[in-house]
Every structure is written in structure tokens, then in C-alpha cells.
């Protein structure tokens, strides 16, 4: 990074999956008028383009290679932004559970996280950058400007994730999504490389009793206090 980059400001948001960073994220992002980074998406973008590839999840420099050349486009939407592979629109299936899974495991191969740091270090850009992932204020951007953790009970973050299918008019089962809630969280806690876990300096927010409105507002309240600074 130049010293250039290192002077545009950055907001890391960093959690576990469900605790609502992808909407606070999006709303903080459009109030400050700054870019948005969905590191999940790259990771969900890889499990993809593997199956479409045909690259089992044991190949690691096979899933590095496919990183470093990922043909992925994000195009801005009315809804929602659109995920595009070699011009395909893959949001969709970007979404479901099986490609989470497939994410976090794709996302504990080193030579993975390696192969997309440099892409994601590339959002940096002015005015400034709200960074949504696991690592985004320890590993890819430590100089961020301000940091957050945002967390809410696993039991919260199944009933969040059941509601948000059924208004989808998908039929899911709580018990089965907080079990798979769960295992995705030990397997993103305990991996060897960029565990996720806080930043020290990263502002903790447990959101299980708050509404998306709350977060937002505590969000831009310590971002604009840190900005100030
Ligand atoms: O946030 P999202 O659910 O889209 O992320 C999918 C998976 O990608 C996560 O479960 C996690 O394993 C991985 N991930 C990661 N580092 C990031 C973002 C996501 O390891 N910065």
C-alpha cells in the first residue's frame, strides 16, 4: 500500500455470519457516501467458481489459482448489489447456505486468503471504504480508521436467518440452521490463519437486542467520533 492509500479512511466491520454487518455495512457505506467492500462474497465467489471449474475443495494451489484470476464483477443495484462470474449473475446462489459452507472452507486455505488480499486491499479508494468480513480490522486493513466487531447470540442469529428465508418463501428448520450457525462459527474461530475474533482496538457491539436502526446509529456514532479524532 502507498502512503496514499493509507490516508483514505477505512470502517472494518468485522463478526460472525448473522449478526447483521451486511445491512449495517450497506446503510453506513450509503450514508457517508463511501464505497463498500463484501469480503464474504469473494469467498463465496471462489466455492462457485470452483464447482463450476470442477476443482475439489482439497486442491489448494488449484482454489489459489482460481482466487487470483477470479473474473468477478460487483455492479451496483436498486435491491441489492448484483455479484457477476465471467459475466454471469450468480447472486443467487452466492446466498444459499451450502455456498457459506463452502465458503468457510475454501476461506481456511492460506494460499486463498493470500490470492485475494491485494484484491480487497484494492477497494481502499476515496472518499473512504465501510470493509464488512472476519478480518478486515486485524489482517487486511490494521490501519483502519476505526474498527467494529459486531456480534449477536447464535440462537438470535438462527432466528434472524430464519425469518429473512421465510420472507424469502423458503422453508427452513431453526434448529438445523442454528446447528450449521454454529459450526461455521468454531470452524471460523479456530482456523490457523485470520481467525476470526476482535480487533484490540475494534469498538465491541452485541446487536442480539438492538433493531438494524440502533446498530446503524452506535456504527456512525463511533466512526464519526473516530473521524474526528
Ligand atoms: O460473510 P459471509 O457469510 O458472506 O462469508 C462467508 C464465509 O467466508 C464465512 O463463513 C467465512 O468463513 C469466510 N470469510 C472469511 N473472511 C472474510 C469474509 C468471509 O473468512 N473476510
Redesign the pocket.
Known sequence: MNSAASEIPVLAVDGP?GAGKGTVCREVAASMGWHLLD???L??AVAVFAGIRGVPLDDHPGLADLAAGLPVDFVPASDDTRVLLSGTDVTRELRTETT?DL??RV?AIPEVRDALSQRQRDFRQLPGLVAD????GTVIFPDARAKVFLTASARERARRRHKQLLDKGIDANIDRLYGEIVE?DR??EERAV?PLKPAPDACVIDTTSMSIPEVVDAVLSHLRSRLSD
Open positions: 455470519g469480503s464474504g462474497a469467498y463465496r457459506g465458503a468457510s476461506a468480513g472476519r478480518d478486515m461455521r470452524r471460523d485470520a
